[in-house]
């Protein structure tokens, strides 16, 4: 279920909004059912940035892994890249408490919680080296809106910690296409972005490694939901090995008061 989380927050934020906070609801469905429900609050400026995301399973999902969290990020910028100074995500899968939270003094991460241990997981550690460099989900996200607002094309690579994983993420645009009308999404013409994510290191050591580091590929089409809106993904496709492909679809998407600072 994280890949699913962590390729729609990838693409969810690829235009900046200085004035204004906005939020998005999107649903993931699969075979017709409705597996996850995600609302979204980005708020970006020169200044910085923060993020929020709530997380919950609905249906199948549900009964298979249920689950809630929330996640939030902040930080700042380094010329175009995102330079980020806190993250937590906390939540329960499955009746079990989830938690990590990360910083980063001098630009390296440091895990400051994780809960359960990666040694109660049985996970193997990602290596120190590997966690240099790298950015949490949300900060890679806010690079993402950064890097298309001044290009104006999709097109970014990030490598993500999360406290537990490494991982590699790449997205490219290849055109625009007409969304049709469904189950009451968003629909219209929109930029057609394709990606990539693949974990290179934080496996779990009763995993198939070959399995597990398989690249996961997919498509978001992105586009402003109303006039005078930023652009935000208006469907995902993403592929899973639970239930095939599953499709993220836009709801609506307004915008909101800004928060005051972000507080661990």
Do not use: K
Not at 83 to 89: A, D, E, G, K, N
Not at 207 to 224: N, V
Request: proline letters at 7%; hydrophobic letters at 45%; aromatic letters at 8%.
């Amino acid at each position: 279920m994280w890949r699913v989380l962590l390729v729609l927050l990838f693409l969810a934020w690829p235009a900046m909004v200085p004035a204004e906070a906005l939020r998005a609801r999107y649903e993931v469905h699969a075979a017709g059912m409705v597996l996850l429900e995600l609302e979204a609050r980005f708020e970006l400026a020169e200044a910085g940035y923060q993020v929020e995301t709530q997380l919950r399973t609905r249906g199948l999902a549900a009964m298979v892994a249920s689950g809630e969290q929330v996640s939030r990020a902040e930080g700042a910028w380094a010329g175009p890249a995102p330079r980020p100074r806190h993250f937590i995500s906390e939540g329960v899968w499955r009746g079990r408490l989830r938690r990590i939270a990360l910083d980063w003094p001098g630009g390296d991460a440091r895990v400051l919680e994780l809960v359960p241990p990666n040694e109660e997981e049985e996970r193997e550690p990602v290596p120190e080296a590997m966690r240099r460099g790298t950015v949490d989900m949300l900060s890679a996200l806010a690079g993402l809106s950064r890097q298309v607002a001044r290009e104006g094309r999709c097109a970014a690579t990030a490598p993500v910690y999360d406290g537990r994983r490494r991982s590699d993420f790449e997205a490219r645009g290849t055109g625009r296409e007409v969304i049709r009308p469904w189950r009451g999404a968003w629909h219209g013409e929109a930029l057609r972005c394709d990606y990539e994510g693949r974990q290179v290191a934080g496996f779990r050591r009763d995993q198939d490694r070959s399995q597990a580091a398989e690249p996961q590929r997919g498509t978001a089409w992105i586009a402003a939901p109303f006039v005078g809106a930023p652009f935000v993904p208006v469907r995902v496709d993403i592929p899973t090995r639970w239930f095939g492909t599953v499709t993220a679809i836009l709801l609506g998407a307004e915008p909101v008061e800004r928060r005051p600072q972000f507080v661990r």
